[in-house]
């Protein structure tokens, strides 16, 4: 075979490789849809935005539901909920307008995984926020049914020691992450 065909194979072997790992594996049911960030400072500095993110609900291509989190547009595993806890809401007489707020934990290892990668870092331990909310609200008479979210976390990456003068002197860098994601459903 000449080398432009040989190329051209593997061209083709090569784009068709990398279109079949572009296809998620994941995906919500009647989930939300809408803008996510990613954000860290300090030494896992990193900010990667997700346009048509969804959230909700995570099923994997078994339909097994493997719980609640976020995906990119195309079915990419971001982040997965660790914890949630419901503690307030609102629901009206009329039955029309009702709001639920938690608090939660998306401090995962889907979660650090991102991180890592975004930020070029390794995590060496990580603490959620306890002001980490979720709220979910709608109104049928304004037709509105949106999810909101912002988490936080501090993180440390390995402790590094310096030697000076025959002392050893150690330590971590921290770094703040955050998630935000506010959505609708379509």
Do not use: W
Not at 4 to 28: I, N, W
Not at 41 to 63: M, P
Not at 65 to 89: F, H, P, R, W
Not at 139 to 168: A, H, L, Q, R, W
């Amino acid at each position: 075979m000449n080398k432009v065909k040989m190329m051209t194979l593997a061209f083709t072997v090569s784009l068709l490789a990398s279109g079949a790992e572009a296809v998620g594996v994941y995906h919500t049911v009647n989930g939300y849809i809408g803008k996510a960030v990613f954000q860290a400072t300090g030494a896992c500095k990193s900010r990667v935005v997700y346009e048509n993110a969804q959230f909700g609900t995570v099923y994997n291509s078994s339909d097994v539901n493997i719980g609640t989190g976020l995906l990119s547009a195309d079915g990419q595993l971001l982040s997965l909920q660790a914890k949630a806890l419901k503690v307030s809401y609102f629901q009206a007489s009329s039955g029309m307008k009702y709001s639920d707020t938690y608090v939660i934990d998306f401090l995962s290892s889907s979660t650090r995984s991102l991180f890592e990668s975004n930020g070029g870092c390794t995590i060496e331990e990580a603490f959620s926020n306890t002001v980490s909310k979720l709220v979910y609200a709608a109104d049928s008479n304004k037709n509105k049914n949106k999810v909101t979210m912002k988490y936080s976390f501090i993180g440390f990456v390995p402790m590094e020691v310096v030697v000076k003068g025959g002392d050893n002197y150690g330590n971590s860098k921290a770094f703040t992450g955050s998630i935000s994601f506010s959505g609708s459903k379509l």
